[in-house]
C-alpha cells in the first residue's frame, strides 16, 4: 500500500517561513502527479500548488503565487515564505498516479482531484498556524 507522509508543519508568526516535505513509500516520485492542498475549519479542501514532474511548470492558486515553492526531487517541497494568518491550516500531500485517471487531468490547468478514486493517495495532513 502506498503511504504518503508529509513532515515540517508548526506555529509561526505573520511574516515567516515553513518547508514542509512529503515522501511516498513505493516507487520513484517520477510515477505520480505530486500536489499539497490545504483545508481550514469550516471551508472546504483547496489545491495549493502542483507538479507534474521536475522541470515542468507548476500551478499555484493565486493566493500563494510568489510566496511559495513547489519543488521536488527525491521528495516533494513547499517552501512557504510571507506567511499570513489566512494560510492557517491543515496541508495534505497527494500523490497521483500518472498511469491513472485521476493523473491524466490532475495538474493540467486544474488544481482539483478526487478525494476519492483509484491511483489517488493522501497523506494524514501537518497542521500549519500562523498567528498575528
Known amino acids: 500500500q502506498v503511504q504518503v507522509v508529509e513532515s515540517g508543519g508548526g506555529l509561526v508568526e505573520e511574516g515567516g517561513s515553513l518547508k514542509l516535505s512529503c515522501t511516498v513509500s513505493?516507487?520513484?516520485?517520477?510515477?505520480?502527479?505530486l500536489g499539497w492542498f490545504r483545508q481550514a475549519p469550516g471551508k472546504e479542501r483547496e489545491g495549493v500548488a502542483c507538479l507534474r514532474r521536475g522541470g515542468s511548470v507548476p500551478y499555484y492558486r493565486n493566493s500563494v503565487e510568489g510566496r511559495f515553492t513547489i519543488s521536488r526531487d527525491y521528495e516533494l517541497n513547499l517552501q512557504m515564505n510571507n506567511l499570513k494568518t489566512e494560510d492557517t491550516a491543515i496541508y495534505y500531500c497527494?500523490?497521483?498516479?500518472?498511469?491513472?485517471?485521476?493523473?491524466?487531468?490532475?495538474?493540467?490547468?486544474?488544481?482539483?482531484?478526487?478525494?476519492?478514486?483509484?491511483?489517488?493517495?493522501w497523506g494524514q495532513g501537518t497542521q500549519v498556524t500562523v498567528s498575528s
Open positions: 497527494a500523490a497521483v498516479e500518472i498511469a491513472s485517471a485521476a493523473g491524466l487531468t490532475y495538474c493540467r490547468g486544474s488544481p482539483n482531484v478526487p478525494q476519492a478514486a483509484p491511483g489517488v493517495y
Open positions: 513505493q516507487g520513484t516520485l517520477d510515477m505520480y502527479v
